[in-house]
């Protein structure tokens, strides 16, 4: 610990206004190991499935939801509990950083999914379900749900994560970035069809 | 709570003692956090007090994650010499209690008379917070209360830390040092006395078991200063180990701060007190499980004697365990702790005539249950037992024992409902099967444990 008179004379010279230490950051690493970490775990791999496995995410995406939460444009209730406030005083180039750093993280594994919910949701991926106007998730997410660009990876996502998400779609609790597509999609699905679609995701 | 005899009758038969009780053993959860950290309370707290392992983490690393404009000033080599909240993270505490008992408590002047029954205490306490960084590392959880029952403001929990993150294994090591005023308040597992839950929140209204371990509360009724150093790693390993030392306030009366002896109203610890935690956590899913040891040697001298030797020795060693289960909807956990107590009584058997050792057991198990973070309750068990010690444990109307015994025993359920995360109302029922030695005429005066059965209701606010 240094002395008071060495922390305050500096201090004093050079005190001004700034954003945050995290705006401040510049080693990403640093600040997903001290910070993120605590939720999303270490690389990004979270334990919770209250919080989303970010290690292998599209960076464009993840770009996407953190100026989503600094602009408090994406609302559902766990981004105004956690994220607004963790992102409120992040910068772009921070945002950036951080993006590219998960996007370069090694995805978790996948956990075994009931093969027959599994076969089904893997049915929804790849085909839709015709009949309720919902459109195969293929589309945008990839042939192995590996995402593109704003619209996310899905792989290897923590499954009750993916049906509560689902869920904040078709409520249009969540909102913020490609939501009214996704609103328009979940409207059609029944809980159930939500969380076969989730656990064969989460088993990939 | 152990007492000498010289002073056995002036603490037993003061309901203030059982103030003081409740007083040390309240804890709170601090909006000041969530000011810092523009987090709702839930990041933190299953509901509050209880910690989530997003808040043991962010406790152990110092209370740092800040996310309020700074004032800043950086050195030529960018490292930070002042990180400082635009805005102070101050925060309140209000609360508001009803308390009565089953039976009403004597008039304490008038023989044969009762006291009024359904004390309420408004406030029971008020709290001024500073809850959060002080400095790049740095961070600090001061607590300042007015307690109705003593009419003043005095200094309550207090953890003030340093700590530091680093890399190790491909994980993150913590290591930390923390300065506080009492023994398992810097501790964030929820099973440890100063948090336990359901059992730190109760009723300063009513009498409570005379017996307690000191590491359950009794060092910190004392006023004790300790230091510990502690590493975290894995969110899994957590070892600490630290000193204490009494610092009690006011002490000196006029004559200002001198030297500890005599004079001390609540004993002297004669020498640093060692103080160890070890605690293993595994987190799954929604799960986390921890079970852990810890402890503390203490020598103190007996109230109003000097503080050279002789003096009496409490080694006190715990195991406890949590579990709890954080989902979105529904949120369990469960709590509970072994205390024992060994105490070697070299001052009080020469002065008061004591066993020359004497041991205590505690037990405490409790599960709660909220649905939606707004609607739960909590069930729990207690039990205190040991060694018969007539001149340690004395007879006293209300507040004395039966054939020298310190064993209670009984349960306590509460009900909750939080209709803001900030806000708590809960109605708590205490019933004793046993207290202070028996179940009947406990204190040769006739009254009964039973009698001491408590319902208690509060309103706790917290902005």
Known sequence: ?204 | MHLSKTNITLAFTSVVVAATLGFSESSYAVPSFARQTGMACQACHTVFPELTPFGRSFKLNGYQIDNLPQVAGITSSKNYELLLNQLPPLSMMFQVSYTSTSKALPDSVVGGADAQNGQVLFPQQASLFYAGRIAQGLGAFIQMTYSSDSGSFGWDNTDIRYARQMPLADDALTLGVTLNNNPTVQDVWNSTPAWQTPFDQRTSAAPTPGAAAMIDGGLADRGVAGASVYAWWKNSIYAEFGLYRSSPQGVGGSAGAGPLDSSTPGGVLTSNAPYWRLAYERQWDRNALSFGTYGVVAKISPEGQPAGPPSDRFRDVALDGQYQYLGDEHIFSLQSTYIKEDMTLDASSVLSGTNPTNNLKTFRLAGTYFYQRTYGGSLGYFSTSGSSDAAFYPVEPVFGFANGSPDSKGWIAEVDYVPWENVKLLAQYTAYSKFNGASSNYDGSGRNASDNNTMYLLAWLAY
């Open chain 1, 1 to 204: 610990m240094k002395t008071r008179f060495m922390i305050l004379l500096p201090a004093l010279a050079l005190a001004g206004v700034s954003a945050s230490a995290i705006a401040q950051d510049s080693d990403a690493g640093t600040l997903a190991r001290e910070v993120c970490a605590s939720c999303h775990g270490p690389g990004g791999r979270s334990i919770s499935s209250t919080f989303p496995r970010l290690a292998g995410q599209q960076a464009p995406y993840l770009e996407a939801q953190l100026k989503a939460f600094r602009g408090r444009t994406r609302g559902d209730p766990m981004a105004q509990a956690y994220m607004w406030g963790m992102a409120s005083q992040m910068d772009d180039g921070t945002i950036e950083k951080l993006a590219t750093y998960y996007a370069a993280q090694q995805p978790a594994h996948g956990r075994a999914a009931d093969p027959k919910l599994a076969q089904r949701g893997k049915v929804i991926y790849e085909s839709g379900i015709p009949g309720a106007n919902v459109p195969a998730c293929v589309t945008c997410h990839g042939k192995n749900a590996e995402g593109n660009s704003t619209f996310p990876r899905l792989a290897g996502q923590h499954a009750e994560y993916l049906v509560k998400q689902l869920s904040l779609f078709k409520s249009a609790l969540r909102s913020g970035g490609n939501a009214p597509i996704m609103h328009n999609i979940s409207e059609g699905m029944t809980f159930d069809q939500m969380t076969e679609v989730s656990a064969y995701l989460a088993s990939k």
